[in-house]
């Protein structure tokens, strides 16, 4: 029993849970705004986009595998998604994540086609097809930015759980958008751990040898896996839209090293087959704690790129370190 | 004749013979479709300029590709080693001295870059592309911290010369250093201990470990290099604007790795040739200048890279599967 707790207080996830207390208790001393219920707010807004990501980076790394292209996918189908609706008067929600989302589909099946049939690496694979659509967004598409969202899709972005008014007067409102990477954690978390199809999933990433002889079928776990990634990152992409009140042909492009970041030092391994959705959730909070509040406590913006790769090498380094203090110690 | 026959060996002769020929059939239907704009001198001059940059990037990119890693930083540690340079000069004021020791900074600066990322892959055991991930974002944020946003200019007119001037017949220096360096590191991956051990590290690392290799020496050796070759495109970047900035040359990351696989580098490790990385940098920036020309939007650049590189990628695989059976 004793031992049991001694394992739990020095998982990845409580040592990622120690730092993330730590910091907020540091940033709270120096900057008491911080300790106000409007942070939780902000910083549910901040996560909100990189969450949906993150889940979805969390099951290709967990597959094995990696996925550079999100950003590329999320920008394009929401961006012509968006420009469909515009130019043909469509004003409907379920149009726009429905459009965008099979749009999503269809480069995740590329993705899979050429990682799972064609054998090619992930990161190779995935880049290529991120400038693809990229390129392909920007040159067919166009470069114009839109605010003229339509009325209903919009609405969305004016509709709010709860709002709290703080000391100063100044009301915070929590978006219901809120909801879908809360959805999709659960969903997630119910895939991985409840289902055959989800321990697949970790099977693949540990051995693909191993689990086909297990009996799973590897290549139609990858296409599942890829076409999924491929989906969320087009309901990334259209929340984003919806959320900024901008569809914008790039907005999003660049913030894989972050996703990537903020899975790997919630402790999923980069190498596959270990990473559960909890860590994942603490550590897009960690990053998003570390870009958001730098300035809170006197960081001056221009160091905040800096200080945000130095918590992930050490991230990375901890993590590592500790495997490789697993993978030396005897095994009874 | 010989020279060249024995440079073209086995395998790689008819990679290295495709893009031979590729490079001059563009070549040839550009000189057709528009001879006044592509041999125009300044056109050729301006290429003459650019692709050593990209293409020492390359050489890094193909040596931690050949050691079975991949180098994304290269690009990160370019810049933060010409921002280093830059600052150097900045303090030193506007003499032959103060160049000197820019350079010397950014090459420090590179090899320092090169050995924290060895360091981490080689003893850490974290996969190489997560490392240099993470590495282009901590150097370029570092570049960021130190530039505080804009490009720092004022740099020495004399160090502009680097890379827009010319010292022999008229052909701009950045191709005698790309020469320089293609030939030094031909010879350090052909006829050197380093250069075996490293494509026996990229083909099975546990078989290298076992016949002796010191595999962490070697990892820090090659992760070394390609940040050096880091350092010296940044200082050609630098030199051709005559300032330095944290975000130049964004899209040579794609870019290097499209030639390294085009050039016939095996992207699991092991197997790699300078000559073909050189030739395949030249069909790229022939293709990048023939767009320019035809005045194509650079956006469809973007697309087609990535389509040659899954292209690449797939007709190799496939011939692969083909000799195997």
Avoid at chain 1, 239 to 261: D, H, K, W, Y
Wanted: aromatic letters at 8%.
């Amino acid at each position: 029993m004793r031992s049991n707790i001694a394992k739990l207080a020095t998982t990845n996830e409580a040592i990622v849970a120690y730092t993330i207390v730590a910091l907020s208790m540091a940033i709270g001393i120096i900057n008491p705004a911080f300790r106000e219920f409007s942070t939780v707010i902000t910083l549910s807004r901040a996560m909100l986009i990189t969450l949906i990501f993150a889940v979805l980076q969390m099951m290709v790394i967990v597959s094995g595998g990696i996925d550079v292209s999100f950003p590329a996918i999320a920008c394009f189908s929401s961006y012509a998604t968006l420009r469909l609706m515009l130019s043909f008067d469509i004003d409907s929600v379920f149009f726009f994540y429905a459009v965008a989302g099979l749009m999503g589909v269809c480069f995740g099946l590329g993705n899979a086609f050429l990682i799972a049939k064609m054998e090619l690496p992930a990161l190779i694979a995935t880049l290529g097809v991120s400038s693809v659509a990229n390129g392909a967004t920007l040159a067919f598409l166009g470069t114009r930015e839109y605010s003229n969202i339509p009325e209903g899709v919009d609405q969305l972005s004016r509709s709010f759980l709860f709002s709290f008014t703080n000391s100063g007067g100044i009301t915070f409102q929590m978006t219901s958008l809120i909801l879908i990477p809360l959805i999709l954690l659960v969903l997630a978390y119910l895939l991985l751990h409840h289902t055959m199809l989800g321990r697949g999933i970790y099977a693949i990433g540990g051995d693909r040898f191993a689990a086909r002889i297990a009996g799973f079928n590897v290549i139609r776990i990858q296409f599942f896996i890829y076409m999924v990634a491929g989906f969320l990152a087009s309901v990334g992409g259209v929340t984003f839209t919806i959320l900024m009140r901008q569809g914008s042909p790039q907005n999003l492009m660049g913030s894989e090293m972050m996703v990537i970041a903020a899975v790997v030092v919630g402790g999923t391994r980069i190498t596959g087959g270990h990473g559960t959705v909890f860590g994942t959730l603490l550590g897009v909070l960690l990053i998003a704690i570390v870009q958001n509040n730098l300035i809170m406590v006197g960081v001056p913006t221009h160091f905040q790129s800096f200080v945000v790769g130095l918590i992930i090498v050490l991230g990375t380094g901890i993590t590592s370190i500790r495997a490789k203090r697993v993978a030396n110690s005897s095994k009874v | 004749m010989n020279v060249l026959h024995s440079l073209l060996r086995g395998k790689e002769r008819k990679n290295n013979l495709i893009l031979m020929l590729l490079a001059l059939s563009i070549f040839i239907a550009m000189t057709i479709l528009s001879p006044r704009a592509f041999l125009r001198p300044a056109n050729l001059k301006g290429m003459a300029v650019q692709f050593p940059e990209f293409g020492i990037l390359s050489f890094g990119m193909m040596i931690a590709m050949i050691s079975g890693g991949i180098d994304l930083s290269l690009v990160g540690i370019a810049n933060l080693s010409s921002i280093v340079a830059a600052v150097i000069m900045l303090q030193m004021g506007d003499s032959v001295l103060s160049i000197v020791l820019g350079i010397l900074g950014a090459l420090a600066i590179g090899a320092a870059c090169g050995v924290f990322n060895g360091f981490l892959i080689g003893y850490l055991k974290i996969p190489a592309m997560l490392v240099t991930l993470c590495g282009l974002q901590l150097y370029s944020g570092l570049g960021l911290a130190i530039t505080k946003g804009p490009a720092i200019t004022g740099l020495p007119e004399r160090y502009g010369e680097i890379a827009n001037g010319s010292l022999i017949a008229g052909i701009p220096n950045p191709v005698f250093v790309f020469l320089a360096v293609a030939i030094a590191v031909g010879y350090l991956m052909r006829s050197t201990v380093y250069g075996s051990h490293v494509s026996f590290m990229g083909t099975n690392e546990v078989a290298a470990k076992y016949s002796g290799i010191n595999n962490l020496k070697v990892t820090i050796y090659t992760y070394l290099i390609s940040g050096l070759m880091g350092s010296i495109g940044g200082i050609l970047i630098s030199s051709h604007y005559n300032s330095a900035k944290s975000d130049y040359g964004k899209s040579y990351t794609l870019l290097t790795l499209l030639i390294v696989v085009l050039g016939g580098t095996d992207p699991s490790g092991g197997k790699g040739n300078i000559l073909g990385v050189s030739l395949a940098v030249i069909v790229l920036q022939m293709i990048s200048s023939a767009f320019n020309i035809l005045r194509i939007n650079s956006f469809v650049k973007t697309f087609v890279w990535g389509l040659i590189l899954i292209a690449i990628m797939l007709i190799s695989k496939l011939i692969d599967r083909k000799e195997r059976r």
